[in-house]
């Protein structure tokens, strides 16, 4: 009986892969593509070598914004998903595509025309399995909003923010995790620069054998690991 609901599930899942992607759009109620470099579709990266694991791109055309955002450090900020660039607040991403949600960012001289590539990037948020609901599950139900905090304790100036999910209805084989992620583009304001958070590069940061990667959502363990580095909390 497991065996068959592990087969069912598993179909099920590549039934509804066709239209369950997924797109980071705005930050803060904003207009969709203003301050985020937002894809012209929809589709997952799956290449974790590749330069558009970190903004987005290849496959997936990036559209460049001229908008920085500003933001206070120690606030919160929402950044919104959606299915397609205009897909309503039901409409986020099969919910059959679970997997963790996380946030990044990294220091820039020049947010409007960095790539992002390379060292400084920090993980500033991650929600992914509690044993029963993932952290796909709860962007769902925020009706695609997720809310992440701006560390109040770094340098003032120019990131990037990378939203990020990482849905493993296939990552059972190699090169199955299937990886959507966009750039925000902020100008952080008020931070202390009280602290250097420890960063990672992208792409690098990431094996495709990781085991928060290469994983078969349909085992029943309750237990996960998201990959990349731990969250930076001032």
């Not at 069912?8 to 992607?21: D, I, K, Q």
């Not at 301050?35 to 460049?64: A, F, H, L, M, W």
């Not at 020049?110 to 709860?138: E, H």
Request: aromatic fraction near 8%; include cysteine.
């Amino acid at each position: 009986m497991k065996f068959c609901t592990s087969l069912l599930a598993a179909v099920a899942a590549a039934a509804s892969t066709a239209s369950a992607h997924t797109i980071f759009l705005s930050v803060n109620g904003g207009a969709v593509g203003d301050g985020v470099r937002v894809p012209s579709y929809d589709g997952p990266i799956t290449e974790v070598t590749s330069n558009d694991i970190v903004c987005n791109g290849g496959p997936n055309p990036t559209q460049k914004t001229n908008t920085v955002i500003t933001v206070q450090a120690g606030s919160k900020a929402a950044l919104t998903w959606r299915h397609t660039l205009t897909s309503g607040p039901d409409n986020i991403i099969d919910a059959s595509h679970k997997g963790p949600v996380m946030a990044y960012m990294k220091k820039v001289s020049d947010a409007k025309t960095d790539s992002g590539v390379g060292g400084g990037w920090f993980k500033i948020f991650s929600d992914a399995f509690d044993g029963s609901k993932w952290g796909v599950d709860r962007l769902i139900a925020s009706k695609g909003v997720q809310t992440v905090t701006i560390p109040a304790c770094i340098a003032p100036g120019q990131y990037l923010l990378r939203g990020e999910l990482i849905a493993l209805h296939s990552a059972g084989s190699s090169k199955g995790a299937q990886f959507y992620m966009e750039c925000a583009q902020l100008n952080v304001v008020g931070g202390s620069a009280s602290a250097t958070p420890p960063s990672v590069s992208l792409p690098g940061a990431y094996k495709a054998d990781d085991a928060g990667i290469l994983y078969n959502l349909y085992g029943g363990s309750k237990t996960y690991t998201a990959p990349g580095p731990k969250v930076f909390a001032c």
